[in-house]
């Protein structure tokens, strides 16, 4: 059980990162990782959300919207969810960290409607919620919190790699049609396939089959 959570964890980090891998939530990696301390902040909040909002939808799939056959509410009552908990985040920012939360500006937010967020909680229940009838609930909704964390952690490395890049790109002198946004692009472009070639590293150093 522990090799296959591992297995997990490290597979939405390398292999199947959200963004640099699946390109989910591109708004905030291009427009906070500027700075590494403000993609850091970014980052915690986001692993934040994404376990507390997978906590709670998780079982709100399988043991509400299922049996009701409301199923097609599924997308509404996520973001409802995600949306409570940004709006706490953002709350204790602005009352216990003023700094961080003037970093992140109108990115923390946009949480609410990042689509790497959202999608975690509609892939985890997709792929985890199968296995509660071989596995049972317990097994299989500690595999998809362990899936959500470590898609945070994913996206946190993400957006530090990419900081210190744009940092070594702002020191640069590109063309004047590449300057701003399509230079970072670019960046990001040349930055993703990279993780691409972690492609089956996780499974054989594990020997499990995700």
């Known amino acids: 059980m522990i090799v296959k959570l591992a297995a997990i964890f490290f597979s939405m980090i390398l292999v199947n990162n959200y963004v640099l891998v699946k390109f989910y939530g591109i708004c905030p ?15 915690g909040a986001v692993i934040f959300v994404m376990f507390m909002a997978t906590a709670v939808t998780f079982p709100l799939q399988i043991f509400v919207l299922d049996p009701a ?30 700094s961080l939360y003037n970093a992140l500006g109108v990115y923390l937010p946009l949480i609410t409607t990042n689509c790497c967020v959202l999608a975690v909680t509609i892939l985890v229940v997709d792929d985890y919620g199968a296995d509660v009838a071989t596995l049972g609930f317990a097994a299989a909704y500690i595999e998809s919190l362990v899936c959500a964390v470590g898609s945070g952690v994913g996206f946190m490395l993400a957006m530090c790699l990419f900081s210190g890049v744009r940092t070594r790109v702002e ?14 692009l670019v960046s990001a472009a040349i930055t993703s396939p990279y993780f691409m070639g972690f492609g089956g590293i996780v499974e054989n150093i594990f020997n499990v089959t995700l």
């Open 29 to 43: 990696f291009l427009g906070v990782s500027k700075k590494l301390d403000s993609s850091l902040g970014m980052s």
């Open 69 to 98: 056959d409301l199923g097609y509410l599924q997308t509404i009552v996520f973001i409802l969810v995600i949306a409570v908990l940004v709006q706490f985040i953002e709350i204790f920012l602005k009352k216990y960290m003023v």
């Open 171 to 184: 020191a640069c002198d590109p063309p004047e049609p590449f300057k701003g946004l399509p230079i970072t």
